[in-house]
């Protein structure tokens, strides 16, 4: 991006020019020649700086070297100058972003700027993205100035479109199938037999199997053919839902401890990246947030990308009117028959609960993974840590951790009635939190029961 | 997905942290500092007389002008110092009186240019090796340009050269031209 600006005249060329010529001038008028020789230095330095005013208008381009980060990756925000006579010396300084590490640390870089010089000058201040979420870096204030600091070139305060920093999803694996898998093709093995990897049974050959699938041995002992049986491959929907009204505890990016929404976007980033690779169809909707459009199923590495970029623009919500209406609004959307629903939730808001019992009566496979950090799950909480729950915990220990712990006896029975209504609540530890709970799903699904559509 | 994993130190407090401060930068303030006391201690001996209140009142401008080099305290650091001077000290009559003015003209030289050094780049980014070899080179080329006005005042003050009227008006008429040629060389680019 180009940046304009104009040539001003800085205070130290004012001081240098008024000083010298009013000393000199008084060391004529007066016959102070110490006046003379006091000003003297002040007046070289003016005519000097006058001498080598800019006649041109530098060229500067700014960028930001990376459109598109994952947390803990780096960016530069680089300010490239062509070359040119009148500029001799060229600073950089950027203002602070939440959750960005910056090299240098000062966030200010300065450069010598040779005239003779054919190519561009480049200042580059480094800046890595600890957190997930849209990183607007800076704004930045860019300097140049002429010889001897008399003129400067300075424009506005520059900003960039913000650098989206997709979350960096946890390590996640799941060695148990989706319950119900209702899809096409896929890798999910289904209940009913057709084309597939695994095996079924070996059973006498009936009009219609393919010969290929003659199980020759057991064709031979028996005298009569047999052939291979297997079930048929076939794809599911996961549909992830992330609770974005409450966001509990401290965020210290990638490399600190993380916050309840913290734990709800990697885990939900994680789960996604795991299914999309097991040619599953993997929808997302962020409970509360706002401008953040439900994203549709879809399968393929490009959806994961969307949803990352989704999960990216994930903000919490403020907790007025609005966002209760949304969150009301947001419950209604519609879940398909086979779908597996993973609410990601702290289990804070009991509407997010009472949509889980409500979407497994529906007959929908639903798992609630729970992620408040498990340090804010104990009732006595350290004192360092209440000011995570609450802004006023500083003023009202007591009472804050007083109502926490009421909240949290209200979280543990509204759990409670989600899991004795058939929704399984595991926190969420990585590789294999679901795999428990989806085997117990499986294995109800086959079971005959009762649901309310 | 292509950037770079390459992860750059998280933010330390620099050598001039709790100031915010980059070390090159601590280290020109403290030149202008130093060049200010020098000139007010140099104004305090050479004045017969000399004006307490003034140091009084110049050393914590000296130090505040080294926090905001860029701000018009600036300009008043050196109006200070030149006033102080100017007011206190009689026109030199010794080699020593006039050796003294030298050293004078250099410390404002200095407190001047460390000053407009330390306003045209970013407090907290280092001063690149190449801009501290350019401004002192060129501090000194200004240093020596003043050499010879300094040693034409010195022999006209020691000769006791009369003065005639038709040479000041010259001189007068030379310094305003000088001025306005000065002024126009200067103005800004607006519009």
């Known amino acids: 991006m180009p940046v304009s600006a104009q040539w001003r005249v800085t205070p130290a060329h004012v001081r240098a020019l008024g000083l010298g010529v009013l000393l000199v001038s008084l060391g004529v008028v007066l016959r102070r020649p110490d006046a003379l020789v006091l000003g003297a230095p002040l007046l070289v330095v003016a005519l000097w700086s006058s001498a080598r ?15 598109l980060l994952r947390e803990g990756q780096a960016t530069a925000w680089r300010a490239t100058l062509e070359p040119t006579r009148d500029v001799e010396e060229a600073g950089l300084t950027l203002l602070p972003t939440p959750h960005t590490a910056y ?11 040779d005239p003779e010089a054919e190519e561009p000058t480049v200042l580059s ?14 704004p930045a204030t860019v300097a140049l100035t002429s010889a001897l600091g008399a003129f400067r070139w300075e424009p506005e305060p520059v900003s960039l479109p913000a650098v989206p920093t997709v979350p960096l999803p946890d390590t996640f694996t799941a060695r148990v199938a989706v319950p119900r898998p209702d899809g096409l093709v896929g890798q999910n093995r289904s209940h009913h037999p057709g084309d597939g990897g695994e095996l079924d049974q070996i059973r006498p050959f009936r009009f219609g199997d393919r010969l290929r699938r003659v199980h020759w041995p057991v064709s031979a002992r028996t005298g009569q053919l047999h052939v291979t049986a297997t079930h048929a491959d076939q794809d599911s929907e996961i549909l992830l839902l992330v609770d974005a009204m409450h966001d509990i505890g401290r965020s210290e990016g990638v490399d600190g401890p993380g916050s309840s929404l913290d734990n709800a976007v990697r885990a939900a980033g994680a789960v996604a990246e795991h299914y999309l690779r097991a040619g599953d169809r993997v929808g997302l909707i962020v409970l509360g947030a706002r401008d953040l459009p439900p994203v549709t199923a879809a399968a393929g590495p490009h959806h994961l990308r969307r949803l990352l970029d989704a999960l990216a623009r994930t903000t919490v919500a403020d907790g007025t009117v609005g966002d209760e209406k949304r969150l009301r609004s ?6 398909s028959a086979g779908t597996l629903a993973v609410i ?61 712990r009421l909240r949290l006896l209200e979280r543990s029975r509204e759990m409670a009635r989600a899991r004795e209504a058939g929704v399984p609540i595991v926190p969420w530890a990585g590789p294999g939190t679901l ?15 009762v649901v309310s559509r | 997905m292509t950037a770079p994993t390459a992860s750059p130190r998280r933010p330390s407090p620099g050598p001039a942290g709790a100031l915010g401060l980059s070390s090159s930068q601590a280290a020109v303030r403290s030149l202008l500092v130093v060049a200010s006391l020098a000139l007010v201690a140099l104004t305090l001996v050479a004045a017969p007389h000399g004006l307490v209140v003034a140091a009084v009142v110049l050393v914590p401008l000296a130090l505040w002008t080294a926090w905001r080099p860029e701000s018009p305290w600036a300009t008043a650091l050196v109006a200070g110092l030149v006033l102080h001077w100017v007011a206190t000290v009689p026109v030199p009559s010794s080699t020593g009186a006039w050796l003294r003015l030298l050293a004078a003209a250099w410390l404002l030289l200095v407190v001047h240019l460390s000053a407009a050094l330390t306003a045209s780049l970013p407090p907290s980014a280092p001063l690149p090796r190449a801009t501290l070899r350019r401004w002192g080179r060129r501090g000194a080329v200004v240093a020596g340009v003043i050499l010879p006005v300094w040693a034409l005042a010195l022999v006209a003050g020691e000769q006791g050269v009369g003065g005639e009227v038709g040479l000041t008006y010259a001189a007068i008429a030379a310094a305003a031209v000088l001025a306005l040629a000065v002024h126009l060389l200067s103005r800004d680019d607006r519009g």
């Not at chain 1, 947001?330 to 879940?335: E, I, P």
């Open chain 1, 435 to 449: 795999d428990l709970v989806l085997r117990d799903l499986g294995r109800r699904s086959r079971a005959p029961r």
């Open chain 1, 125 to 138: 201040i480094a800046c890595r993205s600890t957190r997930w979420g849209h990183r607007r870096l800076g």
């Open chain 1, 53 to 67: 005013r800019p006649s041109t208008t530098p060229v500067l381009r700014v960028r930001t070297t990376q459109p």
């Open chain 1, 330 to 335: 947001q419950l209604r959307h519609h879940v």
């Open chain 1, 344 to 404: 990601l939730t702290p289990a804070i808001s009991p509407d997010v609960l009472a949509h889980a019992i409500g979407l497994s009566r529906r007959g929908i496979s639903v798992v609630t993974v729970d992620t408040l950090p498990a340090e804010l799950a104990m009732p006595d909480i350290p004192a360092e840590r209440l000011a995570d729950i609450a802004a006023t915990a500083s003023e009202h220990p007591t009472e804050t951790r007083l109502a926490w």
């Open chain 1, 103 to 113: 090299e240098p640390g000062s966030r200010s870089v300065a450069a010598a700027v």
